[in-house]
């Protein structure tokens, strides 16, 4: 997704609030736009949070000492009763979607531009995976719905670690400006996501979604928020 960009120049939290909801409020069915604050966001996401629940999704990009990014998304229809599974997979689209534009500008040799994505792919997949470890799978061990130490969760984390190591070397690739290996690497990292993606969405979100029914807006506030 091609989005806007727009720099909210103020470090006044209050300022960034206002500021954050005049753009959702701006922004059509649909579309979407990547904002730049200098200091953390996160004051402006409680907000959205709170006052315009099921209206957007919200990625980071770049979390700096001094810059930081996000992609934030006017749902095409609002959807205050979204399910854990609607809302997980559209965060494994997103992911789908930010290695797919890095991959395009890695083959045209634009170094910079690669290095640029390759960090905000890194930073959504090690968020996806905070939601999932730190709550998601958190809440599903302490209810007794899946067991700890084995079972779904447990190939979940194994997977997880499996593909945090793929991520890390492509790392190690962007650094040195690989672009090849990054891609390279990427193909390995792919296939791995699919598959671990098709488990999830079938078995652990969908368990999720019915044994979690009556917290599902609890659990996703606190998932987004990570
Ligand atoms: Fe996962
Ligand atoms: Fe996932």
């Known amino acids: 997704m091609k989005l806007e960009k ?17 753009i959702l409020s701006q922004l059509k069915n649909g579309d979407g736009v990547e904002v730049s604050t200098t200091v953390d966001p996160t004051p402006a996401l409680q907000d959205l ?13 770049e979390r700096g000492a001094n810059s930081y990014r996000f992609a934030l998304i006017k749902l095409d229809t609002p959807s205050p009763n979204m ?6 997979s559209r965060g494994h689209v997103w992911c789908d979607d930010l290695y797919a534009e890095m991959e395009a500008v890695a083959l045209e040799g634009d170094v910079e531009a ?9 930073l959504a997949m090690l968020q996806h995976f905070d939601m999932e470890e730190n709550v998601l799978f958190a809440e599903l061990e302490n209810r ?19 593909m945090k190591g793929v991520i890390h070397q492509m ?55 990570q």
């Open 171 to 225: 790392s190690q690739a962007a650094t040195n400006s690989d672009t090849n290996g990054i891609t390279s690497l990427g193909e390995t990292l792919i296939i791995l996501i699919q598959q671990h993606n098709v488990k999830e969405e079938d078995i652990v979100y969908a368990m999720a979604t019915q044994s979690l029914a009556t917290e599902q807006g609890i659990v996703l506030k606190k998932m987004m928020i």
């Open 49 to 61: 949070l709170d006052n315009n629940w099921g209206e957007f999704d919200w990625h980071p990009l």
């Open 83 to 88: 399910t854990i599974r609607e809302f997980m």
């Open 144 to 162: 007794g719905v899946l067991p700890t130490g084995m079972g779904p969760l447990a190939v979940m984390r194994m997977e997880h670690d499996q």
């Open 114 to 122: 690669t290095k640029q994505l390759f960090s905000s792919f890194e």
């Open 6 to 22: 727009k720099v909210i120049a103020s470090e006044d939290a209050n300022e960034i609030i206002e500021q954050t909801r005049s």
